[in-house]
Every structure is written in C-alpha cells, then in structure tokens.
C-alpha cells in the first residue's frame, strides 16, 4: 500500500492529544509498507520538554469525541450561539447608550444595534434597583424645542439615536409612564364621542363605544376628527383648521368641517412621522393653550422652521389626536407591546406542594365582628376586602402601642413618610402638577408634597380625569397624640403612610382610589 505524501504531512509533528483537539473522524491504522522506497519519511522535528504534570495528562487515555461536528463551527451547520442562547455582542455591534434620570445625572450602557427601549429599561431597572418594572418607559427629549416623546417599547434604541444631530441637546429620559397602554383598559377617556368621525365603519345600531372597543381588539382605530389650531414651520400667526386623521394618514379641509373628497387636503403620511408633546408651547411658540403637540418627519433634523405644531382646547383633545396616531402608526403591534407588559409585570408565583394546597383549600373567611360568635363569609368580594383589611392590622397594633404612656414622643414614627417614593418633600404646586403631567396624568396617580402655604401641613396631589387636584393634609392634637386628617377629623390617620394605605384599599372622600403613586429615580 502507497501512502501519498499529503497524509504524512497533515499529521507530521502532531501528538496524539493534538490530534484529539481537531475532532478527526479518520482511526489510525498502523500501516504496513510493502516496501521502503514507497514511504516518504518526514524531517525529524524537536519534541519540546513538558513537565510531570502535562506528562502526567497526556498518559491518561483519551476519550473519542462524540461530536465533533461542533468543535468547528466553519464545517459545522449547526450555530453554536443557536444552542446556548444569544451570544455576546461584538466590539463592532456595541453602542454606548447614555440615559438620564429626573435627578438630571447620566448613566451610560453598552447595547448592541437591536437592543429595544423595552430590553434598556429593564436593564435600568436591575442596575437603578427600581421597586417594581411596571410602567417604566425610556423618553426622547428635546430640550432646546421642549419637544418630547415616549419611544414604544419595540423600537430600535440606536436607530432613534442615530437621527438626532451630533451637536443638539436631544438625550433619553428614564421614568415613569402610567399612561402608555392605558386606553386599552378605559378606551372612552381616550376616544370621546365627538371626536369619533361618522365613516363607513360605523354601522347601523352599534355605539361609538362599542365601535371603538372592536376596533381596539383588532388593533386598529376610528376615524378621528376636530379642529385644531395649526402653525407651520416659520411662521408665528395660528389658524384654526379642521383635522381628519385616518389610517391614509393626516388631512386637513379647506371649507369648514366639510370630509368631501374634492375638500380635503392631503397633509402628511404617518409612517414617515413621530408625534411629539411640546411643554412650554405658550412661552416658545405663543402657542393659544398649553395642549400643544407636534408632527415631524423621522429623518429630518429638529429644527423649529420644520416643524408643523397644532394645538388642542384641551388636554382629552390632545390625548385622543396623539393616541390615534399611536394607533394608525403601529397598528398590531402595540397591541403586542401591552400583552407583553402585563406579561412580564405579572408576579411569579411559586409552585405549590399537594399538602399546602389541601390546607389552604380547606380555609375559609371568617367574621368575627359580630355578638353571637364567628360566621364564614360566603361572598368572595366580602371575603378579598377582608383579607386586605387583615393585612393591615399590623398598623392597628402599632398605633396602639405607640400610644401607651410609657413611649416617648421622640420615638414615635412621625418621619416615616420621608423613606416614601410617593413623597416629594417641599416641590410647588406647579412642579407637582407637572410631574403627574409627564408620568401619565391617568387616574389614581399620586403624590404627596409639603404644604408651602400652611406650616406643618401637607398636600395630597391626585390626578382625576386628566387633572391634578390638590388635598390638604391637616395635623391636629387628639388626646395628647397628634392625627392627621383630610375631612375635619371625621377621619384621622397616625402617620401619612397609613393614610395613603387606607385609601389604597378605600376612595374615602377622594374621587378615586389611590394606584400609581408618581416616583423619580436616581440613575
């Protein structure tokens, strides 16, 4: 047999270990000449000295690889990243992304070119300890415009970042923001009857809520109409026009209200345009009210004489036109976006064991408030508010041990509410309202402020139906301990965290219960 001399030198000044690490298939035979000339001797080659222990390792018997396929990922059809999960970003696919907190410092992150605004903020989230991953949202802002936007959780961090110019003052906000996805859960405060436009989906005998309803199901959105006070870029004088926004894109007519075809205006495409809230429109632009917003092309650099700013009467007007945007723009798609959220706000609830749950099926709700003994509570509603209620017994008990004699006044928890997220210290009334303003403006939202009018008070903010109304919180002296109460005393609560507890759970005199409390986090 003839052995070519291609083999020889492959394998000429490999050890057996080396020969192992390539993954060969091929068995090593030992291979008898028929003769001398037909071999082709290798040069000799200098072995080079080992230690005791490498000589140690490599007198163990080696063991065939299985799979050699995977040791070469260039011969190999199978990507070693598809069974491990995503592999690390490259040098080359790493962006440095720099996000600012309400306390005005910076953190810097280093994401790759398809990282989401969804995917930063929950990396913010773990690096920021944030107390909960509900509701946060990364913010595109434009200070030197007052423009700004909340970039939907599918998009493309760089791609949004690489369109803003090298020398503006655009940046990323992280905070809070209630309102994203809440026209899903309450669709007629976002979409009022008059604004809803009589088109050709609108059948015979359904009602605008129920139209709106199944179209939101469906991801899509009405036909929305009214006018708005429009300024183009360049100019300083308003016009009051009259608005269609379809899923076409944006028109505008010529006479009055009328929706003929041969009156309408083509004015912009949707896809091709961001929507954004302008603040401060009033003292930029001598905007006719602060409900101000503004369309303007992906592309094109923020400049004021691009931009084409409309103005609402109020602030539902503003919400419905930027909403439908959203709406018309995205599609199904944000639709997605809110199931996944609530997906992964959802608490993970451990497994139980068939014993744990045996003894919990075979508890039940029990009234011991009345004279004649204990009674079971048949209504599951009756049944949750008492387990609330249990749940804050520990209050109970400690209001009355804190009013025993024997405690000092100095070690009573007065100061407790200071640890709070919901509580901003001495921020003004119009610092507060602009806060419940930028985080969502939904109802429930709260904070709590000190009082900058009446010493030693505090003011509850709350947000009810897009606005903030201001509650002062009065502390007085009952029985030598000091209360602190909203309706005369009618009411009274030992400290502000039992108040916001207490109408957690009870609307009390307020219009709607307590539920977002409006937080800010340091970066």
Partial sequence: MEVSGLCSEVFEGLGPDEMMSHGSTLSLTPLIPHSSASLRRSSPQSIPLRSRKETKATQAPSIPNPFPELCSPSNSPVLISSLVGKSAPSEKDCHVVRVYGEDTLGRSLSVSSGATARDVCQML???????????????????????????????????????WPVDGSTKLLFRKNYAKYEFFKKPMLFFPESMISDS?????????????????????????????????????????VHYFLRRSGLYCSNKGSSKEPRHLQYVADLADLNIYTVTNSRKLYMAPTEHTFCVKSRGERARSQDMKLLCAEDEQSRTCWITAFRLFKYGKQ???????????VRPQVPPRDAKARQAEDSMVAMDFTGKNGGRVIQNPKEAENAEQEEGQAWRKREALRNSLPNVPQSSRPSSVHQT???????????????????????DGMFLIRESQQHAQCFVLSLCYKLKTKHYLLIPFEKAGRKYYTMDDGDTVFIDLLQLVEFHLINRGILPVRLKHPCVRVAL
């Avoid at 030197?144 to 690489?162: A, I, T, W, Y």
């Avoid at 997220?421 to 309202?433: I, K, L, M, T, Y």
């Fill in 125 to 163: 989230v773990q690096t920021a300890h944030c107390s909960d991953q509900e509701s946060w949202a990364l913010i595109e802002l434009h200070a030197s415009l007052g423009l700004e936007r909340c970039l939907e959780d599918h998009e493309r961090v760089v791609d949004v970042q690489s369109s």
């Fill in 200 to 240: 050709s989906d609108c059948t015979k005998g359904v009602t605008s809520s129920e139209l709106v309803q199944k179209l939101l199901q469906s991801g899509a959105c009405p036909e929305i109409q009214g006018f708005l006070h429009v300024r183009e870029g360049g100019r300083k004088v308003w016009k009051r």
């Fill in 334 to 344: 944000l639709q997605c976006n809110y199931q996944l959220s609530q997906s992964s």
């Fill in 420 to 442: 709070q997220p919901w509580f901003h210290g001495g921020v003004s009334r119009c610092e507060a309202q602009r806060l419940i303003e930028e985080q969502g403006q939904v």
